[in-house]
C-alpha cells in the first residue's frame, strides 16, 4: 500500500476485502430440493488525494492497482475534506468462532445431506404422511482492513442455521408448525426436531374458547419473528427500489410505541 500511496501521490490510502463462502442443503416435501455452494469476494479502496476522498469497489479477482486509478480519478468530483485514516495504535485484531469449519466443501454438503435424511426419517417414523422441509446453511466470513497507515485488521467468523417444518393437509384443515436456530457451532437439531414434533402433537388439539380478549404470550422467538419484517422494511436494495414500506418515512412514527428496536 505504501508503494501505491507514493506512486501516485496520495496523503492516504485504505483497502478493504471481505471473503464469503456458504454451503446450503435444503429438503422440501421430504426430497432434496438444493445442495450448493456459493463462494463470493470483493474489495474496496478508499484513499484522499489532495483533501478529496475517493472511492471504488470491485468483485471478483481484481488489480488492485487498477482500483487505485479508479478511485483517483472519481476523487476529483469530491469536496475539499479534512479528514485523515487511522494509524496502528493497537496490536492486529481478530475475532473468530470456537468451531473449526470443514475446509472441504464436499465434506460438509454431504454431512447436511445425511442428516437432513436423518431427520427426515425421525420425523415420519413419529408423524406418517407429513411434508417436512429442512434447511442446513453455513457460511464463513473473512474481512480484513489495511492502510498506508499500517492499521491492519482481520475479522473471521462462522455461522450455522438450521430450520425445519412439518406440515399436514386434510379436506378440512391444515397443521404447519417451524423452528429455527443460529449458532456459531451446527446447532443440536435433535433437540429441535423434538420440540418440533412435540408442537405439531400439540397442534392436533384442537380446544373451543368463548368469544373475547385474551392477553397474547410471545416466546422469545416469537418476538424475533414479530421484528422480521424490519430487515426487509432497511434494506439498502429496497429503499433505493422504492420497494420498503418505510420510504420516504423518515422522522414518522412507524411501529407502535409499544414496540422498541435497540
Avoid: H
Avoid at 35 to 56: E, M, P, S
Avoid at 220 to 247: H, Q, R, T
Amino acid at each position: 500500500l505504501k508503494s501505491l500511496k507514493e506512486k501516485y501521490n496520495l496523503k492516504d490510502l485504505e483497502v478493504f476485502s471481505q471473503d464469503t463462502l456458504d454451503y446450503r442443503v435444503t429438503f422440501s416435501a421430504n426430497n432434496l430440493k438444493q445442495a450448493d455452494l456459493t463462494q463470493r469476494n470483493g474489495y474496496a479502496v478508499r484513499l484522499i488525494d489532495n483533501k478529496k476522498l475517493g472511492f471504488a469497489s470491485a468483485f471478483g479477482d481484481t488489480n488492485l492497482e487498477e482500483l487505485v486509478k479508479k478511485a483517483k480519478n472519481l476523487s476529483k468530483y469530491s469536496p475539499d475534506l479534512e479528514i485523515k485514516f487511522p494509524s496502528n495504535t493497537k496490536k492486529d485484531a481478530k475475532t473468530s468462532s470456537n468451531q473449526q469449519s470443514d475446509t472441504n466443501p464436499e465434506n460438509n454438503l454431504e454431512d447436511f445431506k445425511s442428516k437432513g435424511l436423518e431427520v427426515i426419517d425421525s420425523i415420519l417414523k413419529e408423524a406418517p404422511g407429513v411434508l417436512v422441509d429442512i434447511s442446513f446453511d453455513f457460511n464463513q466470513l473473512k474481512e480484513e482492513i489495511k492502510n498506508s497507515n499500517d492499521l491492519s485488521c482481520f475479522l473471521e467468523s462462522n455461522t450455522y442455521s438450521f430450520s425445519a417444518s412439518i406440515k399436514e393437509t386434510n379436506e378440512n384443515d391444515f397443521i404447519e408448525v417451524f423452528t429455527a436456530a443460529v449458532d456459531i457451532k451446527l446447532p443440536e437439531y435433535k433437540s429441535y426436531i423434538s420440540e418440533l414434533l412435540n408442537l405439531y402433537n400439540l397442534s392436533k388439539k384442537q380446544a373451543k374458547i368463548k368469544n373475547g380478549k385474551y392477553p397474547v404470550l410471545f416466546t422469545s422467538k416469537a418476538a424475533k419473528e414479530l421484528f422480521g419484517f424490519v430487515e426487509d422494511a432497511i434494506n439498502g436494495k429496497m429503499i433505493v427500489e422504492k420497494s420498503s414500506p418505510w420510504v420516504e418515512k423518515l422522522n414518522k412514527q412507524i411501529l407502535s410505541k409499544n414496540l422498541t428496536i435497540k
